[in-house]
């Protein structure tokens, strides 16, 4: 029953870099937009990066540049590749996958970023 699995999450050293992946078992994949937020204690859940069927992309301003959004479709994964990681940028990142502008619309249960010295 699980539609969006994400993995590596950790703790790393500010200006370091970390690769977190979203497997999507449960959805068809390749007809989704995929995304990635991220919500920090005490805020609201924040669009990190979106990837549509066709690749394109936008970024948060605060991670543009910084962070790269990409997906396998063989694969059905999407990928947030993060350098030069900041304090800021620690927070619970969610998978979330929707197709038709929200007609369908699941999510992951969270994998933990913590940035610190």
């Known amino acids: 029953q699980v539609q969006l699995v994400e993995s590596g999450g950790g703790l790393v050293q500010p200006g370091g870099s970390l690769n977190l992946s979203c497997a999507a078992p449960?959805?068809?994949?390749?007809?989704?937009?995929m995304g990635w937020f991220r919500q920090a204690p005490g805020k609201q859940r924040e669009l990190v990066a979106r990837?549509?069927?066709?690749?394109?992309?936008n970024y948060a301003e605060s991670v543009k540049g910084r962070f790269t959004i990409s997906r396998d479709n063989a694969k059905k994964t999407v990928y947030l590749q993060m350098n030069s990681l900041k304090p800021e940028d620690t927070a619970v990142y969610y998978c979330?996958?929707?197709?038709?502008?929200?007609?369908?619309?699941?999510w992951g249960q969270g994998t933990q970023v913590t940035v610190s010295s």
């Open positions: 449960g959805i068809m994949f390749s007809i989704y937009t």
């Open positions: 990837i549509s069927v066709g690749s394109s992309t």
């Open positions: 979330n996958g929707r197709w038709d502008s929200g007609r369908l619309d699941y």
